[in-house]
Every structure is written in C-alpha cells, then in structure tokens.
C-alpha cells in the first residue's frame, strides 16, 4: 500500500476527529476544539458580528433576487450558483430575512418594528444565534472536508454497516454525522449529512433519517437548560435520559411516517457505498482501507480542499442563516404574542396526567413552543412556579425534541434535504411523545 495515500488518508482525518468529535475540557465546560475557536474569534470581533450578519443577509438577498435572471456571472461559477440559484419561495424567505435582520440590527421603533426586532424575537435570532452561527458556519464549512473527503467516512462506513443498517437503517458512514451531532452540535452534524446528500452518499430517506434523529443538541446547552429549571446537580442522570431517549427515538422514528415511506433515491447517482464486503477482502478492516485509499487517490490536493470549504461556508452563510433569521423571528413572535402554542398544547395534557406528571397543564403549554426554539421551554416552565420532577422533565424532553425552527429545523429547510415543515413537525410530535413515554416513568424514580 502507498505510504503518501496511507499518511493522506490518516493525518487529515485524525486532524478532523480531533477538531470535531474529540471531546475537551475548556473553561470548566466539555465542548469540541472547533467550537473554542469559533469561541475565540467570536470573542475577538464581537462587536461587528450583528454587522457582518446584516452584511451577509444583504448580499444574500440581493444576489437570490438577480440569480432568478440567470446572469452568466451566477450561473457560470459553481460557488456562486449553488449559494444563491434557489426557487422563488426561499428567495423570498431570504429577502424576508434581510429586511428582519436590517430592523432589528438599525433598533427602529414603533409598531411592527417593535415586535420584530424586539429582544426576545429578532433580536434574540440576530445578537444571540447568528451571530454565534456565523462563525462556526465558517470555521465548520473550511475545516469539514477534513472528515469527508479523506476516506474517513468509506473506512468508517466499512466497519459499521453491518451495525447501522440493521438497527438505524442507514449506512455505517451514518456513525461520524451522529458522533458529531452528539459531541459537537446539532447544526455540525446537519452541515456534514446535506454535504453527503447532495454528493450522491446518502439517499433521501437515509439523509432525512440522519438530520432528523441524529441531530442533537450539545452536551454544553443540555447543561445550560438543566441550569435553567435550578436542577444542575441532576446532570448526570440527566444526560443518560437524553442518551437514551435519542437512541430510541433513532430506532423507532426511521419506521414511522414519514421517515419510513421517504425514497431511496439519489441527487447523485453511482456514488452509493456497497455495503457487502467483495470476496477478495478478507474482513471489513481490510476493505474499509481499500476504500479509503481509493478516495484518497481521487482527491486533488490543496486545491479542491479550499474549494470544497469554501462552498460549505458560502452555502451556510448565504442560504441558511437569512432562512434561521425569517423563520425564527416570525416563529418567536407568534410564540411571544399569540397562545397559539399553548392551545396546540392542549392534547398533551391528557398523556401527561395519565403519565403522573404533577403539572400536567403547565408541562403540556411548553409542548409545540419547543417546536419553535429549543430554550424556550425551559424559560417558560423556570417561572412557572411548579415541582422539580415537572421542571426536569421539561429540561429533558426541550433537548430530545430536537428540530427546533430556529436553529436545526430551519437549517433541515434551508437545505436540500428531502424533508418539508409538515413532516419535519410529525416527526417531532412523534420525538415528543417517545420522550414522554420514557422520561416520565423515570421521573418518578428519581424524585
């Protein structure tokens, strides 16, 4: 085997594990390398990221809004007319964003304005989450091809098939999106499951299979809502539930509507990994390096690196942070100004009493608001005023229901993935009851 393919194929990919899904100790809180130097950049410039984000939400706009005219300068370079060539619909929705996003970053007031870019609306999307995305959309985007285009994910899908399949009913490779969702973040895990889908890996059903039940929410954030609800001495046991209920959810939900009935179908065809070892290998190991090798011999250096990366980044930057600034503004203020959410919340009060939830009411209000932000439930049910156990169990199933629209959700719809708002709802209905059922039962054991 050639020593210079060996060494290309194990020092980028080390180099990936080790920014991605290697956890660390860092100011007293367990994240990934890759999110301390988001961190660190951000802490260096953050007075001019709501800047750069309403930059970014411009050029967005108006690029989207010239890219429906087809001008030979969009279409003719693949960076930019795979960031800003989408249907009227999203363009829209970004055009949206950039009018949001230049209320709130300019304070204007009175009216409308006032509910737009209010502190809890689009202000909490604005200064909190894109501006906190913007970075790691960037560093992620550059640095990922690190992980997919060095034979990590042929070697490791290999290895794994025989696991993954059966049990999750996606292929091995599936294993590095979950590793990274868990240990990282959710939208980590998102950004490397569409840059597999669109390159022909995985098929519809399996990359909406991945980006809906393998996203998850970071162990960082788990323990930020468990301060919230005033239980921070519980995480441990905590952080087990969530383990737990996010591999059930990951065994059932791929066999229910509508994940169970999604196509095998490819954007790309010929690219689908075999997963039978051909006879002449001897056993998994030994063909997985057989792949790698082979990926590795068709990677064109520096070159392609760079712009593998930067489409990551632009597609990030330009596509899904004015769809998180449309749908998460507007999705906060219904949920800030309307009792929509809590009357959506209604029939899980039923479930909830019969599970001996001691606030059954005030649990079930928290339900579809987590529809919208993921923090929201926990803010909601901290003020409340109920039991720890009703706290706790909010704490929990806020983090396993997962696809919230301000963050992941919107990133699921601001992609190429096969799943629409309808299903991306069933499936998380579907998540919340699983969630439920377990964490429930378990609540009256530790309490």
Known sequence: MNLKKKLLFIVPSVIGILLFMIPVKFAGNWTVLVKILADWIAGGIGDYLPLLCTIILTISAVLSVVALFKPKFISGNTILRETFETTPFWTIVRVIGCIFCWITFLGLKGGIFDIIGGPDQGGFILNDLLCTLVIIFVIAGLLLP?????????????????????????????????????????TLGVMLTCNQ?????????????????????????????????????????????????????????????????????????GKKMPETIPPEYKNSREYGMALAMQRVSEHKGVGEFLASGTLNSAKMWFGVLPTVMAIGTFALIVANTTPIFEWLGLPFAPLLKLLGVPEAAEAASTVIVGFIDMFTPSILIAGAGVSAMTRFIVAVVSVTQVLYLSEVGGLILA?????????????????????????????HLIF
């Open 146 to 186: 690190l992980l997919l285009d060095f034979g990590l994910l042929e070697y490791i899908g290999a290895i794994l098939t025989k696991f993954m399949r059966p049990l999750f009913k996606v292929p091995g490779r599936a294993a590095v999106d979950c590793i990274t969702s868990w240990i990282g973040d959710g």
């Open 197 to 269: 889908y669109e390159g022909g890996y995985y098929s519809a059903r399996e990359a909406s299979i991945i980006a809906t039940t393998f996203s998850a929410v970071s162990i960082t954030f788990s323990l930020v809502v468990l301060n919230q609800v005033g239980l921070v001495e519980l995480f441990g046991v905590y952080y087990l539930i969530i383990v737990l209920i996010g591999i059930a959810c990951a065994l059932i939900c791929p066999r229910l509507w509508p994940l169970s009935k999604k196509p095998d179908a490819y954007l790309v065809e």
């Open 415 to 443: 992609s190429k993935l096969p799943v629409n708002l309808w299903e991306m709802f069933v499936i998380y209905i579907e998540r919340t009851i699983i969630s439920f059922l377990i964490v429930c039962p378990l609540a």
